[in-house]
């Protein structure tokens, strides 16, 4: 497998898990979520990643949410699972249920908590390539995993035999910047921000796209790509204005949240568009009334951004 072996490009939203208030999924909300985003013209989805709250799941919960998005998406669209887990045969357990019900590939980060070297790092990734069937996504996220994958170290990564992306959630920019160039050639490349940068990035050098957090605005990001490949650069930079200012408005560089927590941010949002985003599950908590408050400002906001 390489790049070429998947065609995961443009915006694939790491979409939320909706939970009812007592904590148990929201099946029904999960359907309208996912037929949604189809119909926004997301050009993937990435199912139980950060934003999906995998890390408060059960194996049972992964696998049905895995079957039920195939289910719903049918196809349409890419599914990629994410997959992150301790040890390597716990993602080879995800993995085999993401391959069962279809999905196209995985989602796997670093093992959380254990920081583990470079060494080791490649080590897990090639024992998770020797485990799996789908192709792999590697998932550099410095906030949840503790360790920021430099470019010699993706570079690595990039011959393993399954590796085919990375979604670079690096907080610095010469990483990222840094890593594209270095990889490139290999591998998918995912994280770009929608600005100028960005899209000279994605233009000129061939980057692939960006595994943004919930679609929020829908239609608006991906968007941003399609007018990118039609050459209408200044409606995709209007697009671009708008994914940013919510970014700004809410997140910090590291992806962190200024207020309460990102999980629950962006389902506040789409609750507010009338939309299933549901109740985070704990340990994450609901927004304050206030907290609700900011969210919906910054959404009334966002309708006046334009292209400056």
Partial sequence: MDKHSVEWKGY??????PFLENGEVDWSGWRSLLEWLVEEGMHGL??????????????????????????VVEG?????????A??????????????????????VAPSPYIVPTDDELVAFYENVSE????????YNWPRGANLDMSA????RLADIEKVVAIKNSTPSLQNFVSTFFAVKDKLRYFGFPMNELGLTLIKEYGGDGTMGAGAVLGRVHPNFYNFIWQGDVEQALQC???????????FNQDFSAKYGSPQAIVKTAL?????????????????????????????????????Q
């Fill in 271 to 307: 609750n507010l568009r009338g939309l299933p985003g549901g109740y985070p599950r704990l340990p994450i908590l609901p927004l304050t009334t206030e907290q609700q408050l900011k969210v919906k400002e910054t959404l009334e906001q966002v309708e006046q951004v334009e292209y």
């Fill in 76 to 84: 349409r669209i890419p599914l990629i699972g994410g997959c992150t």
């Fill in 46 to 71: 990435v199912l139980n990643g950060t934003t999906g709250e995998w890390f408060s799941q059960s194996l049972e919960e992964k696998k049905e949410i895995f079957k039920v998005a195939a289910e």
């Fill in 131 to 138: 485990l799996v069937e789908l192709p792999i996504c590697i």
């Fill in 12 to 17: 694939l939203p790491a979409i939320s898990t």
């Fill in 152 to 155: 010699e170290l993706v570079s």
């Fill in 86 to 107: 301790y040890t390597a045969l716990e993602v080879a357990e995800q993995a085999a249920a993401a391959k069962a019900v279809g999905l196209d590939g995985i989602l």
């Fill in 240 to 250: 671009g204005r708008k994914d940013q200012f919510l970014f700004q408005s809410w």
